[in-house]
T-cell receptor
Framework: KAGVTQTPRYLIKTRGQQVTLSCSPI?????VSWYQQTPGQGLQFLFE???????NKGNFPGRFSGRQFSNSRSEMNVSTLELGDSALYLC?????????????FGPGTRLTVL | GQSLEQPSEVTAVEGAIVQINCTYQ??????LSWYQQHDGGAPTFLSY????GLEETGRFSSFLSRSDSYGYLLLQELQMKDSASYFC??????????FGTGTRLLVSP
């Protein structure tokens, strides 16, 4: 099976712009979660989608949004970018997203905001 | 709120044994997981404990004590390739997965 893929791998934007990141989960997985990783804060949970519905949301401002399509692919969008949004954005997929499920991470999208 | 505490860095030599501790404070608890992340790589799953006790997978073992809100990852026969960051993660209320800030393990020859 192919692993989790994320596009693009690297992105440079300027303050005020918006960005859309894409994640394709492992075939058959219906849960996709997004995380922001920064050196100081570690892995911060953004949101989780399951069968096209947002099931969980972390403590991020409304500038961060996401969606999931019927084929389980997911996108996240960040509007009005700020310098502090520079981070590695990881998505992870799992079969059902429940406690016993292993999360499989993609390689991440490295976002730099100038 | 939810928080997980881990040491920021641990150093050891090849062949040694190292233990990485994790204490957590979460609302709801559905299990403690451990992930490994090499520099520039994605986190990969190592182990999961839902019940108290020790789970062993090759050179790696993970322990959980729910009454103490504590767990640890034990790495034996350390190899250079084990140099990486290790994260504990807890599934709490609403099945949210919350990660610790990570422990950087440096293995020297």
């Amino acid at each position: 099976k192919a692993g989790v893929t994320q596009t693009p791998r690297y992105l440079i934007k300027t303050r005020g712009q918006q960005v859309t990141l894409s994640c394709s989960p492992i075939s058959g997985h219906r849960s996709v979660s997004w995380y922001q990783q920064t050196p100081g804060q570690g892995l911060q949970f953004l949101f989780e989608y399951f069968s096209e519905t947002q099931r969980n949301k972390g403590n991020f401002p409304g500038r961060f949004s996401g969606r999931q399509f019927s084929n389980s692919r997911s996108e996240m969008n960040v509007s009005t970018l700020e310098l502090g949004d520079s981070a590695l954005y990881l998505c992870a997929s799992s079969n059902s997203g429940t406690s016993t499920d292993t999360q499989y991470f993609g390689p991440g999208t490295r976002l730099t905001v100038l | 709120g939810q928080s997980l505490e881990q040491p920021s860095e641990v150093t050891a030599v090849e062949g040694a044994i190292v233990q990485i501790n994790c204490t957590y404070q979460t609302s709801g608890f559905y299990g403690l997981s451990w992930y490994q992340q090499h520099d520039g790589g994605a986190p990969t799953f190592l182990s999961y404990n839902a019940l108290d006790g020790l789970e062993e997978t090759g050179r790696f073992s993970s322990f959980l004590s729910r009454s103490d809100s504590y767990g640890y990852l034990l790495l034996q026969e350390l190899q250079m390739k084990d140099s990486a960051s290790y994260f504990c993660a807890v599934r709490g209320d609403f099945q949210k997965l919350v990660f610790g800030t990570g422990t950087r393990l440096l293995v020297s020859p």
